[in-house]
C-alpha cells in the first residue's frame, strides 16, 4: 500500500454531483393507433382523413434532486430533504407525452391538363412535463421539482398546424397530348414540367428563463439556461418584430426574491415557417431516338423568405427576445442538365 499512486475516493459519496435513479425505475414506452376513411373522388383523386395519437408512459423526467421543498432566505441545508447532501441529477420514470392529431390528405392526377398533386394538412398537439430531448433533460425547464404538475404544457417540438402542397405539371402539348397542329409549336410548347412544394407550419414553441438562483432552492437547468421563469406582465407578441426583436421585453419581469414567476412553461413560439420550393424542366427529344437532354432550374426557398430563429430566452439578459439568424437557408439556386436514355 505505501507504492499505491492512484486517487482515492473522496471521504464521503454525497458532495459529488452524480446521476441518480430510484430503484423503481421503470422502462418506458409509447403507444400509437391510428383511425381513418378514404374516399374516392371521380376518376383519380383520392380523399383521406385519419385520426392519429399515441402516447409515452415512464419516460424518463429529470429534474434536480435535493432542492429546496420552498423558496426562502438562509441556509438550503434548513430546508432540503437531505441536508447532508448537495443537488444533483435526479430521473425518474414520471414522463408523460400525450399526442392527437387530425390528418387529412388529397391527391390525384389529371390526364387531361398533365397535373399530379397532392395536398395535406396536419391539426396536432403535443403535451408532456417539464423537459423536450433525451435523457429527460434535453431542453429541461423545471421550475418546481416538487410540483410535476406545473410544468405541463406544449413540447418543444410541438406544431399546430403543418401545411405542404406539392405538384407536378407536364404542357400537355405535343406528342401523346394536345397538339396544335405545328410541329414546330408543339416542339416550343411542349416539353415542359414545372413543379412546386409549399410548406407552411406554426413556429416552434420555446421557454422564457431569468438566470440564477432567484428563490433560492438549489435547482438548476442542466443545459445552462436558468430553470426560473418570470412574471408576465403584458403581451409577449406586441409590436413590432423589427431587427429581430420578436419578444416584447416590456411583457415580462423579475420576480421578486425567493419566489417562482407565473410564466407557463414553453409559452411563445418561434415566427412560422413559410417555404417555396420549385423548379423548371425542359426536355428536348433527340431526334426519333429516346433519347432526351433535360435542362432544370431548381430554386430551393424561391421568394428568399426569412423566418427568424429562436431569440435569445433570459429574459434578465442584455438581448432578451432578439433574434438573429433564420431557421432556414437563403434562397439557392441550382442549374443542372442530363442526359435520359
Known sequence: ???????????????????????????????????????????????????????????????????????????????????????????????????????????????????????????????????????????????NPYCFKCDRGVTGLDLTHVFTASWVWEVPVGQGHFSTGNKLADYAIGNWQLNGIVTMQSGQPFNIFDAGDIANTGNFDWVGGGYERPNVVGKPMSGSHASGQWINPNAYTTPDPYTYGDSARNPVRTQALKRLDASVFREFPMFETPWKFQMRVDAFNAFNHPVWNIPSRQQNGQFFGQSTSSVQTSREVQLSGKVVF
Open 1 to 143: 500500500m505505501a507504492q499505491f499512486i492512484g486517487t482515492y475516493p473522496a471521504a464521503s459519496p454525497f458532495g459529488s454531483v452524480n446521476w441518480n435513479t430510484p430503484p423503481q425505475t421503470k422502462t418506458g414506452y409509447s403507444d400509437q393507433w391510428i383511425f381513418g376513411v378514404e374516399k374516392k373522388v371521380a376518376a383519380d383523386n383520392l380523399w383521406t382523413i385519419n385520426y392519429v395519437g399515441s402516447q409515452g408512459r415512464h419516460l424518463d423526467y429529470g429534474p434536480a434532486g435535493n432542492t429546496a421543498e420552498t423558496p426562502g432566505p438562509g441556509p438550503l441545508s434548513d430546508r432540503v430533504p437531505f441536508p447532508w447532501m448537495g443537488q444533483s441529477y435526479w430521473d425518474q420514470p414520471l414522463g408523460q407525452l400525450d399526442y392527437n392529431a387530425l390528418q387529412t390528405a388529397f391527391q390525384g392526377r389529371s390526364h387531361a391538363a398533365g397535373v399530379t398533386y397532392l395536398i395535406s394538412y396536419t391539426w396536432a398537439k403535443a403535451l408532456n412535463y417539464g423537459v423536450d430531448g433525451s435523457l429527460g433533460i434535453g431542453t429541461s425547464s423545471i421550475q
